[in-house]
C-alpha cells in the first residue's frame, strides 16, 4: 500500500527544511508569460516553483511569489547556478544576482545545475553555496545531472571539509534533480540517493509528451480514469520522488495537480519498470571533465 499524498505533502531534508511533494517547473517558460503561469500554478495549490538563473525567469517566478498572497515561508522556491559558468567568484555572484532579482529575501533551493566545467569549479560552486548557507541566504543545497561519479567526488570533499573545519562545515547534500520517469530510472543514482537521505526531484517527469500514447500509459490510463501525464506524476510520486511537471496551459497546470485521488498498485508499479535507458532531454551525468 502506497502512502497516502496530498498536494500539501511535504519530504524533510537533510537540512532540516521540508520539501513540497509536487513543484511546479518554469525550463523554457518565456519570461512574459512566466509571472501568469506561475501565478496559477499557486492558485491551483502548487507552494513549489522551479527555476534557474539559465532559464532568465527568476525574476517574474519571485513576483508571482510576492503576488500570490501567500507568506514566503510557504512557498518553496529554487534556482541553479548556470552549466558551464562554475567556481567559487562566479558561484557567488550568481546567488547574489538571483536575490536581487526575484526580491524573496532567501532562495529555499540552490543547485549546481549540472557538472560541467571540472573537479575545482564544482567544488568551488558548492564552496559558494554553503557560505551562502552559512550567511541565510539559502536554505538547502543539491546538484543537479550528477553521475555517481560526481556524486562521490562531492561526497568526499565534504567528509575532508568537515575533518579539517568541523562537523556541518562541507554543508550537507539535501536534494539532486535529474530526468526521472519510467523510461529513465536512474537505479543506481537513485540507490546512492536513497541510502543517504537526499531527495530526488524528477525534471522532464511527463517524458515531454513524447509517451503519451504509449500502450503502457494508455491502459493504466484508462483503468484509473486518468491522463498519461497523471498517471506518470503519480508514478514518480509513488517512486519517492519530487516531480516539476511544467505547463503554460492553465488547464494542464491544474489538472497536473491532480494526482491525489487514486493510486498505483504494485502491479502497475511492475508494468512501468521498463528498464530503459531513454534519454529525452540531455545527460551530463556521463561527463568525465
Given at each position: 500500500?502506497?502512502?497516502?499524498?496530498?498536494?500539501?505533502?511535504?519530504?524533510?531534508?537533510?537540512?532540516?527544511?521540508?520539501?513540497p511533494v509536487l513543484g511546479y517547473g518554469v525550463y523554457q517558460t518565456p519570461p512574459d508569460i512566466t509571472e501568469e503561469v506561475t501565478l496559477h500554478a499557486?492558485?491551483?495549490?502548487?507552494?513549489?516553483?522551479?527555476?534557474?538563473?539559465?532559464?532568465?525567469?527568476?525574476?517574474?517566478?519571485?513576483?508571482?511569489?510576492?503576488?500570490?498572497?501567500?507568506?514566503?515561508?510557504?512557498?518553496?522556491?529554487?534556482?541553479?547556478?548556470?552549466?558551464?559558468?562554475?567556481?567559487?567568484?562566479?558561484?557567488?555572484?550568481?546567488?547574489?544576482?538571483?536575490?536581487?532579482?526575484?526580491?524573496?529575501?532567501?532562495?529555499?533551493?540552490?543547485?549546481?545545475?549540472?557538472?560541467?566545467?571540472?573537479?575545482?569549479?564544482?567544488?568551488?560552486?558548492?564552496?559558494?553555496?554553503?557560505?551562502?548557507?552559512?550567511?541565510?541566504?539559502?536554505?538547502?543545497?543539491?546538484?543537479?545531472?550528477?553521475?555517481?561519479?560526481?556524486?562521490?567526488?562531492?561526497?568526499?570533499?565534504?567528509?575532508?571539509?568537515?575533518?579539517?573545519?568541523?562537523?556541518?562545515?562541507?554543508?550537507?547534500?539535501?536534494?539532486?534533480?535529474?530526468?526521472?520517469?519510467?523510461?529513465?530510472?536512474?537505479?543506481?543514482?537513485?540507490?546512492?540517493?536513497?541510502?543517504?537521505?537526499?531527495?530526488?526531484?524528477?525534471?522532464?517527469?511527463?517524458?515531454?509528451?513524447?509517451?503519451?500514447?504509449?500502450?503502457?500509459?494508455?491502459?493504466?490510463?484508462?483503468?484509473?480514469?486518468?491522463?498519461?501525464?497523471?498517471?506518470?506524476?503519480?508514478?514518480?510520486?509513488?517512486?519517492?520522488?519530487?516531480?516539476?511537471?511544467?505547463?503554460?496551459?492553465?488547464?494542464?497546470?491544474?489538472?497536473?495537480?491532480?494526482?491525489?485521488?487514486?493510486?498505483?498498485?504494485?502491479?502497475?508499479?511492475?508494468?512501468?519498470?521498463?528498464?530503459?535507458?531513454?534519454?529525452?532531454?540531455?545527460?551530463?551525468?556521463?561527463?568525465?571533465?
Amino acid at each position: 500500500m502506497a502512502p497516502k499524498f496530498d498536494i500539501n505533502t511535504k519530504y524533510r531534508m537533510n537540512s532540516g527544511y521540508e520539501i513540497p511533494v509536487l513543484g511546479y517547473g518554469v525550463y523554457q517558460t518565456p519570461p512574459d508569460i512566466t509571472e501568469e503561469v506561475t501565478l496559477h500554478a499557486l492558485k491551483s495549490g502548487y507552494r513549489h516553483v522551479d527555476s534557474a538563473v539559465f532559464y532568465h525567469n527568476e525574476e517574474p517566478c519571485g513576483e508571482a511569489i510576492k503576488k500570490s498572497g501567500i507568506a514566503r515561508d510557504q512557498i518553496f522556491f529554487t534556482s541553479k547556478i548556470p552549466p558551464y559558468h562554475l567556481g567559487y567568484d562566479a558561484s557567488v555572484k550568481w546567488i547574489e544576482d538571483s536575490l536581487k532579482k526575484t526580491g524573496l529575501g532567501y532562495i529555499d533551493l540552490y543547485l549546481i545545475h549540472a557538472p560541467f566545467g571540472g573537479k575545482e569549479a564544482r567544488l568551488g560552486a558548492w564552496d559558494a553555496m554553503v557560505d551562502a548557507q552559512k550567511a541565510g541566504k539559502i536554505k538547502s543545497l543539491g546538484v543537479s545531472n550528477y553521475g555517481v561519479h560526481h556524486l562521490d567526488e562531492l561526497e568526499e570533499h565534504i567528509k575532508q571539509r568537515e575533518a579539517k573545519e568541523g562537523k556541518g562545515a562541507g554543508g550537507a547534500i539535501s536534494v539532486g534533480q535529474w530526468e526521472l520517469h519510467p523510461w529513465l530510472a536512474r537505479p543506481d543514482i537513485a540507490a546512492w540517493c536513497e541510502k543517504r537521505g537526499v531527495i530526488l526531484e524528477a525534471y522532464c517527469p511527463l517524458v515531454r509528451a513524447q509517451r503519451n500514447d504509449h500502450p503502457l500509459l494508455q491502459s493504466l490510463a484508462k483503468k484509473h480514469g486518468k491522463t498519461s501525464a497523471q498517471v506518470l506524476i503519480r508514478w514518480s510520486i509513488q517512486k519517492g520522488f519530487v516531480p516539476l511537471p511544467k505547463s503554460v496551459t492553465l488547464s494542464r497546470i491544474e489538472e497536473n495537480a491532480k494526482v491525489y485521488d487514486f493510486e498505483l498498485s504494485p502491479e502497475d508499479m511492475k508494468t512501468l519498470d521498463t528498464g530503459a535507458y531513454d534519454v529525452v532531454a540531455w545527460d551530463p551525468t556521463t561527463s568525465h571533465d
